[in-house]
């Protein structure tokens, strides 16, 4: 059976659309002053990442939580959706592969899923998506992050994203193969090249 | 034994910690009716972890006995009400070596363990990959509402005991099972597992230290017949922890 792995955020939605524009108000359930909220709400925003040495903390969990309320207010891609019932109508095994803790964020994903009517077989989470293709023999991969961009041709993957996300810039090692993954304006453009 | 020590918690429920995968052999996971609800590639190792639901019971003592076997790993969910076990646990809180085990991690388990065993209520120590779980079992079920709040003071009281002895409370993080707020969607893993990060088997610390896989499989057989909290024990402790002031 043909299968194909399939990115939720800035891919079959608009996440950091989401998370630049929707109004986050505290509340008591933050236990955070005005001021640090929005700071950590900026800091957010600006992709800003710890440079700590500590996994949990007051930030990453701010984090996961304005993050879980993108994943269920994000709106979902038209073109996106139709596609993916073309996958179903022909007969693709559908995986939808995230970086989304899905230990957590697996209830609001599906009923995302569901309430946008999109049909998929199975839910993975990793951080290692083109190792995850590699070894669940998937050959297919729509995703906008720029490593599995440049990296999956070399690994067999065959990676698309949307054009929007900006190509990764070349290698600095030339012995690395050159990035071979495909832009696309429309979800329409990617049933030719999964076809080839 | 584990079905013993585990039986008060959903059977027809649970995550696979296994190095199998792929579709052929998902699609022999999903038989008699077992559904997935997500599957996980961890950075530890290619583990994959699978969080299965509609287990029969037959299905779920072939995993039990795989478990056994370390062929895989199970870990289960608690129930959403109530329950006869509860589990500290220990994680060192740093974003490298974290399998470590820590000044602090020493500490708060020296003085968490000290606790309960002052209280009446002896924990089953386990080493983790990141520390340790401290498990209690009780004779009957108790309110997840009740064992939260004993959980979450009787760590404030260690935490305490660190901070006053010059530590950073802030090395270790603390889970509590079950967590109120979080009891559907997470799990642990049980007694005579291999942690998926270390390999390393789930040891028993006992008076001595870490115990070898055989002595720790004893341990946990004594504890079982000869350990397990009683209610209105248990119910003492809780309520010497509600009049602290």
Same mark, same amino acid.
């Given at each position: 059976m043909k299968t194909i792995a399939v990115d939720l955020d800035d891919v079959l939605n608009n996440f950091t659309e989401t998370l630049q524009q929707t109004p986050f108000l505290r509340d008591e359930t933050y236990a955070l002053s005005e001021e640090v909220f929005q700071d950590y709400l900026a800091k957010v925003r600006g992709g800003w990442t710890e440079s700590g040495s500590l996994l949990s903390t007051e930030y990453s969990f701010f984090r996961y939580k304005i993050h879980r309320r993108c994943y269920e207010r994000a709106q979902a891609r038209p073109d996106g959706v139709s596609f993916m019932h073309w996958l179903r109508q022909n007969r693709w095994r559908i995986a939808i592969c995230t970086y989304r803790d899905l230990r957590r964020a697996q209830d609001c994903t599906r009923k995302w899923l569901a309430d946008n009517e999109i049909p998929f077989d199975y839910l993975f989470m990793t951080g290692h998506k083109i190792a995850f293709c590699k070894a669940w023999g998937i050959e297919h991969l729509i995703d906008d992050e720029a490593v599995n961009i440049t990296l999956g041709e070399r690994f067999g993957v065959r990676v698309y994203y949307p054009a929007e996300k900006r190509r990764p810039a070349p290698p600095a090692n030339p012995v690395e193969t050159l990035c071979a993954a495909r832009a696309f304006q429309t979800f329409d453009e990617i049933k030719a090249w999964i076809q080839e | 034994m584990l079905k013993e020590f585990y039986r008060g918690l959903p059977k027809d429920r649970a995550k696979l910690e296994s190095e199998e995968h792929g579709f052929a052999f998902l699609e022999r996971l999903l038989t008699d009716g077992v559904t997935l609800e997500y599957g996980e590639l961890t950075s530890s /190792? !290619?583990?994959?972890?699978?969080? !299965?639901?509609? $287990?029969?019971? @037959? @299905?779920? *003592? *072939?995993? !039990?006995f795989a478990h056994v076997e370390k062929v895989c790993n199970v870990c289960l969910y608690f129930d959403v009400s109530a329950n006869d076990t509860f589990c500290f646990n220990l994680d060192n809180n740093h974003k490298v070596n974290s399998s470590a085990i820590i000044p602090e991690t020493e500490a708060v388990v020296r003085e968490l363990g000290g606790h309960l065993r002052g209280l009446g209520c002896?924990?089953? $120590?386990?080493?983790?990959?990141? /520390?340790?779980?401290?498990? /209690?079992r009780l004779e009957a079920a108790v309110a997840n509402e009740r064992l939260f709040d004993f959980m979450l003071r009787s760590a404030a009281t260690a935490l305490a005991a660190i901070h006053r002895q010059g530590h950073d409370h802030h090395q270790i993080k603390f889970s509590f099972y079950p967590d109120l707020r979080v009891h559907h969607v997470v799990s642990l893993r049980l007694f005579g597992s291999r942690h998926v990060k270390n390999k390393v088997f789930s040891r028993v610390l006992g008076p001595q230290g870490l115990l070898d896989e055989t002595a720790s499989w004893e341990f946990f057989a004594d504890y079982l017949k000869n350990r397990t909290i009683a209610l209105a024990r248990f119910q003492t402790a809780h309520n010497s922890l509600l009049d602290l002031k």
């Open positions: - | /190792g !290619l583990v994959h972890k699978y969080k !299965l639901a509609n $287990i029969p019971e @037959r @299905r779920m *003592d *072939d995993l !039990l002896e924990p089953l $120590i386990v080493a983790s990959g990141r /520390g340790y779980h401290l498990w /209690g």
